[in-house]
């Protein structure tokens, strides 16, 4: 399984980000994922999860990140609003054949090589 992140940059505190995270479309990529950020010197940390039945934001991300994915599970995506410069931080993508732990890396059975995301003050 491949997952590929795009989207990351430097923006501006305030601006939003859209990243997406592609896998291919067998159904060996139709599992639950998730996003994680790690910043430097910082571990992984949960930004949010999207299942078939529904998804899942970090709390102190609610109100400004949403998470989607399009029909089959091939394509998610992490709407980024109002970021600000602690955002800052590489975002990964990961697959979760478990289903369960959708909120511990350690859960999860593939990632992405991630995508950096820098918010300038």
């Known amino acids: 399984v491949q997952l590929v992140e795009s989207g990351g940059g430097l923006v501006q505190a305030g601006d939003s980000l859209r990243l997406s995270c592609a896998t291919s479309t067998d159904t060996f990529s139709r599992y639950a994922k998730g996003w994680f950020r790690q910043a430097p010197g910082k571990e992984r940390e949960f930004v949010a999860a999207v299942t078939w039945s529904g998804s899942r934001i970090a709390d102190s991300l609610k109100g400004r990140f949403d998470i989607s994915r399009d029909n089959d599970m091939s394509t998610i995506y992490l709407q980024m609003n109002s970021l600000k410069p602690e955002d800052t931080a590489v975002y990964y993508c990961?697959?979760?054949?478990?289903?369960?732990?959708?909120?511990?890396?350690?859960?999860?059975?593939?990632w992405g090589q991630g995508t950096q995301v820098t918010v300038s003050s």
């Open positions: 990961g697959q979760n054949n478990k289903g369960y732990g959708l909120t511990r890396a350690s859960s999860y059975d593939y």
